[in-house]
């Protein structure tokens, strides 16, 4: 059964740095992309940033360029999401989805989301 | 920038047939942006319920279908139920490993 956990959201100060995981079961990172879908309160879902399953490339919404990084630890079947300097506007709920590529390009299994929130 | 568009709401009557679509600001939707679309329930976890224009995934009622009309994909619910009433998104494939949604449209089945 392919399931997806995510942690280490909370609150944080603008300016200080957070790094979410996201534990992935039922199937390999190896073998899958893993990407990061993050929804503001009372808002609508926003792809985020991304993983290929090779790792040989590693994707980021204009939004978070340069001040988010995307990571993977294939011992411990995990992805990771590093938010350097982040501001109020990243508060939001950070869900971590499996993404099928190959002709199909969806995100087909989500994780239950942690929530971020940035304030002073 | 890309914008993907989508009716913000939409109400349909027990049983009855709802279409909803999702546009592309740079033109139009090709099977090619493999158009997927999910279900959100108020408190809830994103749920898949279409992807590549028309498959559904395992476990969503033939009820749900999705299609390319025009130039805009679409999401057709035939036979509506009160458990549909939920916020649903599309999203557009756009190559290198992006993907954009659409902002989301409020179903109201009443």
């Known amino acids: 059964q392919v399931q997806l956990v995510e942690s280490g959201g909370g609150v944080v100060q603008p300016g200080r740095s957070l790094r979410l995981a996201c534990a992935a079961s039922g199937f390999s990172v190896k073998d899958f992309a893993v990407h990061w879908v993050r929804q503001r309160p009372g808002k609508g879902l926003e792809w985020v940033a991304g993983?290929?399953?090779?790792?040989?490339?590693?994707y980021y919404a204009d939004s978070v360029k340069g001040r988010f990084t995307i990571s993977r630890d294939t011992s411990m079947n995990t992805v990771s999401l590093h938010l350097s300097s982040p501001t109020v506007d990243d508060t939001a709920v950070y869900y971590c989805a499996r993404h099928r590529d190959q002709g199909i390009y969806c995100f087909d299994s989500w994780g239950q989301g942690t929530l971020v929130a940035v304030s002073s | 920038q890309t914008v993907v568009t989508q009716e913000p709401s939409f109400s349909v009557s027990p049983g009855g047939t709802v279409t909803l679509t999702c546009a592309l600001s740079s033109g139009s939707v090709f099977s090619s942006h493999y158009p997927s679309w999910y279900q959100q329930s108020p408190g809830q976890v994103p749920r898949t319920l279409i992807y590549?224009?028309?498959i559904r995934s395992s476990g969503v009622p033939g009820r749900f279908s999705g299609s390319i009309l025009g130039n805009k994909a679409a999401l057709t619910i035939a036979g509506a139920q009160v458990d549909d009433e939920s916020d649903y998104y599309c999203?557009?494939?756009?190559?290198?490993?992006?993907?954009?949604f659409g902002g989301g449209t409020k179903l109201t089945v009443l």
């Open positions: 993983i290929r399953d090779d790792s040989s490339n590693i």
């Open positions: 590549a224009t028309n």
């Open positions: 999203a557009l494939y756009m190559g290198h490993g992006i993907s954009i």
